[in-house]
């Protein structure tokens, strides 16, 4: 990722300060009341609700005796280039604010986890299958920025400075028909190729593996090249929630800690080799073959009614939606 990006530099910027006040034996209320700031202000800062201004960077560092002219030069450096619009800006209004905050991390990390329980990931995703998935999951007006969105995600993580990418998809994700045949078809072909790319880990997670632990919830974990840095995690099917969308910790043990996911992440990793990955991929592109070809036979094509236990004619339509409450961006 380019080291001026503004979401990198906005947390490189805020972790300093709060390493800074926490080796100076500093509270938040102190620094505030030393400054005659209120206590949300500096709350604010270090959290990166609100940026910060050059005067008030230097403030700050006045109080944390912090002399050195290199080191005050790059950090307002650092300052400087975090007010800059990420490419991202453009969109921030078509998606809950949750997922925006997740594409700065993204922006910014080395290292991406991502599971998803019920559709491909969506970096994973072909255009076709994106706005099919999309028109159901997001206002109309939204749809296609919102794809437009994902595509130039891909775009950017693929690139050849992008961070390593690891997926792990249960294989109802596959099974799943979305859009026609064919946008599925191509989708699982997509797959295929992508299982092979250097910077991409690819694993599907069996139905003969039965259940296991957080197989309901999608999410991502970011990692950054920084080791000083912490972790972050989005769960994305809290995103519509206004708490615990985005959880970071260094010692953290509550049960959405991102320990617990990495946890999970890593035992699935042992669970399913990656080299399973394609075989299971094509088992479920000769099942959707087969299902055509039934289809087709019959002369009941996709989306006929079917009949209900009590009798009522019911409607299937692919890329109907997955959950009652609508999934947000992937």
Excluded: C
């Amino acid at each position: 990722m380019p080291l001026n990006d503004p979401a990198l530099q906005r947390r490189r910027l805020r972790e300093q300060l709060r390493r800074l006040r926490e080796s100076k034996h500093l509270t938040q209320k102190a620094v505030a009341e030393q400054l005659e700031w209120s206590h949300s202000k500096i709350i604010r800062i270090e959290s990166g609700t609100v940026g910060i201004s050059i005067t008030d960077l230097r403030a700050l560092l006045a109080l944390y005796s912090v002399a050195d002219a290199a080191q005050i030069d790059t950090m307002v450096s650092m300052a400087r280039a975090a007010k800059e619009r990420p490419w991202w800006d453009a969109y921030k209004n078509m998606a809950p604010q949750a997922f925006v905050v997740s594409i700065a991390y993204e922006n910014a990390a080395s290292v991406i986890r991502n599971f998803e329980p019920d559709l491909v990931p969506g970096l994973l995703q072909t255009e076709e299958y994106a706005r099919e998935v999309l028109q159901w999951t997001s206002p109309p007006e939204q749809a296609g920025p919102r794809a437009d969105l994902r595509l130039e995600r891909q775009e950017r993580l693929f690139r050849p400075d992008g961070p390593e990418m690891h997926f792990i998809v249960d294989e109802g994700a596959l099974a799943r028909t979305v859009g026609r045949p064919a946008v599925m078809r191509r989708q699982l072909n997509r797959l295929k190729e992508l299982a092979d790319h250097p910077k991409v880990t690819l694993r599907v997670v069996p139905f003969h593996l039965g259940l296991y632990r957080y197989f309901t919830t999608s999410y991502v974990i970011f990692e950054f090249a920084e080791p000083d840095e912490d972790m972050a995690l989005y769960l994305e099917t809290q995103a519509r929630h206004s708490d615990a969308i985005i959880v970071e910790g260094r010692d953290s043990v509550s049960e959405d800690s991102v320990a617990h996911y990495l946890e999970n992440f890593y035992e699935l990793e042992i669970k399913v080799p990656a080299a399973d990955a394609v075989a299971l991929i094509e088992a479920n592109a000769e099942r959707l073959t087969h299902r055509a070809e039934l289809s087709a036979s019959d002369g009941s094509p996709v989306g006929s009614p079917v009949p209900s236990p009590d009798g009522v004619h019911a409607t299937i339509r692919t890329g109907d939606r997955v959950e009652d409450v609508p999934r947000v961006e992937k």
